[in-house]
């Protein structure tokens, strides 16, 4: 059983490239999200899901979008990258259950470098 | 909105020393749900331990402990005899009841055991 899998690990990209972020799982969970991870800072939530054809923004969605077209795949794009995009990415999934009591799974993270 | 603060940024021990790591949160919610997660240096996310609002009856598990508090809004997290395995970040969050299971992350604590 895999979980959540996040390609590709590694990704330097020059400003203004665009890019996709992948995220699959296998765990048959409805909701996903996405996560950014700079360096002494925590988490932040970029954008979540609760379900196929429903995404929602997070706390920093500005700069990306997401869709959701299957429960398994929840993709990241970048259209237009700027160096302060620069970050660890973490994708996760936690059961169809809207408690607050579920325990997220994540993915391994991608590691971007805009420059 | 809910917030979490993890005031120490890295704390090092020498191998065998306790080490408490703490957090206070923010919640105007009365049902909501507080992890601690685990990064290790090869960057995945590990689960740790999770308590609901109603459960403040601390825990111990193996060389973990956990002493949640409402009155003060603390959820401390203590490692006794550290071994230099504990050596990551430790993060905690916070869930809320009815808010898709997005989590809000503390900035971490960087746990760096000392052999």
């Known amino acids: 059983n895999a979980g959540v899998t996040q390609t590709p690990k590694f990704r330097i990209l020059k400003i203004g490239q665009s890019m996709t972020l992948q995220c699959t799982q296998d765990m048959n969970h409805n909701y996903m999200y996405w996560y950014r991870q700079d360096p002494g800072m925590g988490l932040k939530l970029i954008y979540y899901s609760v379900g196929a054809g429903i995404t929602d923004k997070g706390e920093v969605p500005n700069g990306y979008n997401v869709s959701r077209s299957t429960t398994e795949d929840f993709p990241l794009r970048l259209e237009l990258a700027a160096p302060s995009q620069t970050s660890v990415y973490f994708c996760a999934c936690s059961p169809t259950d809207n408690s607050g009591a579920n325990v997220l799974t994540f993915g391994a993270g991608s590691r971007l470098t805009v420059l | 909105a809910q917030k979490v603060t993890q005031a120490q940024t890295e704390i090092s021990v020498v191998e065998k020393e306790d080490v408490t790591l703490d957090c206070v949160y923010e919640t105007r919610d009365t049902t909501y749900y507080l992890f601690w997660y685990k990064q290790p240096p090869s960057g995945e996310l590990v689960f740790l331990i999770r308590r609901n609002s109603f459960d403040e009856q601390n825990e111990i598990s193996g060389r973990y402990s956990w002493n949640f508090q409402k009155s003060t809004s603390s959820f401390n997290f203590t490692i006794t005899a550290s071994q230099v395995v504990d050596s990551a970040v430790y993060f905690c969050?916070?869930?809320?009841?009815?808010?898709?299971?997005?989590?809000?992350f503390g900035k971490g604590n960087q746990v760096v055991v000392i052999p």
């Open positions: 969050a916070l869930s809320e009841a009815g808010g898709n299971n997005r989590l809000a």
